[in-house]
């Protein structure tokens, strides 16, 4: 399942963003690669242990909790903290697949990684490349997304970042473990409380057609919730 958040961050948050990459130091992306990841990747991130990476990461933390369309779509156990990334020109990313488990800096845990998300800080007019391509079984999927807005998508699809021609693509990255790690399940679910939103703009809540969508919803969640 692919689904744009739109107005993830407010104008004020993505300029509030800028101005502190903007200060920030930056290092070789390979740095937080796998192998097989780190030959096919050339950017810039910022440390992922550094203070603007920790400040950078709270506001993106707090935007996602009153964000409902992500926690419908992604279901959320765990978010691993924000990450920031920087293509300049001829930068890019080539086809590759995130790492299924991942290291919680400072908690002495891991998570399995089952949701990734990229949060666009750069205006598409900004920077001439840069797509995101994602493959499913659907085919290849294009994604540019106006600063502010985010996509999110399985971890276990392949993806790159083509390269860039003109100017600079900054972004925000992670991933979280979902409550429901199969992306078949999630997807029915965040089906059905699309259509329980709708019904509820029709009918009020004590119907039964609300009722029994809900109560269907929770169902599922209790059956599948993996806590």
């Given at each position: 399942?692919?689904?744009?958040?739109?107005?993830?961050?407010?104008a004020e948050?993505?300029?509030?963003?800028?101005?502190?990459?903007?200060?920030?130091?930056?290092?070789?992306?390979?740095?937080?690669?796998?192998?097989?990841?780190?030959?096919?990747?050339?950017?810039?991130?910022?440390?992922?242990?550094?203070?603007?990476?920790?400040?950078?990461?709270?506001?993106?933390?707090?935007?996602?909790?009153?964000?409902?369309?992500?926690?419908?779509a992604?279901?959320?156990?765990?978010?691993?903290?924000?990450?920031?990334?920087?293509?300049?020109?001829?930068?890019s990313?080539?086809?590759?697949?995130?790492?299924?488990?991942?290291?919680?800096?400072?908690?002495?845990?891991?998570?399995?990684?089952?949701?990734?998300?990229?949060?666009?800080?750069?205006?598409?007019?900004?920077?001439?490349?840069?797509?995101?391509?994602?493959?499913?079984?659907?085919?290849?999927?294009?994604?540019?997304?106006?600063?502010?807005?985010?996509?999110?998508?399985?971890?276990?699809?392949?993806?790159?970042?083509?390269?860039?021609?003109?100017?600079?693509?900054?972004?925000?990255?992670?991933?979280?473990?979902?409550?429901?790690?199969?992306?078949?399940?999630?997807?029915?679910?965040?089906?059905?409380?699309?259509?329980?939103?709708?019904?509820?703009?029709?009918?009020?809540?004590?119907?039964r057609?609300?009722?029994?969508?809900?109560?269907?919803?929770?169902?599922?969640l209790?059956?599948?919730?993996?806590?």
């Open positions: 399942m692919l689904v744009q958040v739109r107005n993830v961050l407010t948050e993505v300029a509030q963003c800028r101005g502190i990459l903007e200060s920030s130091s930056w290092i070789d992306g390979k740095a937080t690669a796998g192998e097989v990841a780190a030959r096919a990747k050339r950017n810039l991130q910022v440390p992922e242990n550094s203070p603007e990476a920790r400040t950078l990461g709270d506001i993106i933390l707090k935007a996602l909790g009153r964000n409902p369309v992500f926690n419908s992604a279901l959320p156990l765990r978010v691993l903290p924000p990450m920031f990334n920087r293509y300049d020109e001829g930068m990313f080539g086809a590759h697949v995130d790492g299924a488990v991942r290291a919680i800096p400072g908690a002495g845990m891991r998570m399995r990684a089952d949701v990734s998300t990229t949060l666009f800080l750069t205006d598409p007019a900004d920077y001439d490349g840069g797509e995101l391509v994602i493959e499913d079984s659907y085919g290849s999927h294009s994604v540019k997304l106006p600063a502010g807005d985010m996509v999110v998508y399985p971890t276990t699809s392949l993806h790159r970042v083509e390269p860039i021609t003109r100017g600079s693509r900054w972004s925000s990255f992670f991933w979280t473990q979902s409550m429901v790690k199969d992306d078949g399940k999630r997807t029915l679910l965040y089906d059905l409380d699309l259509a329980i939103i709708e019904t509820r703009r029709n009918l009020p809540d004590d119907s057609a609300v009722v029994a969508l809900t109560n269907c919803y929770h169902n599922l209790r059956r599948w919730a993996e806590l």
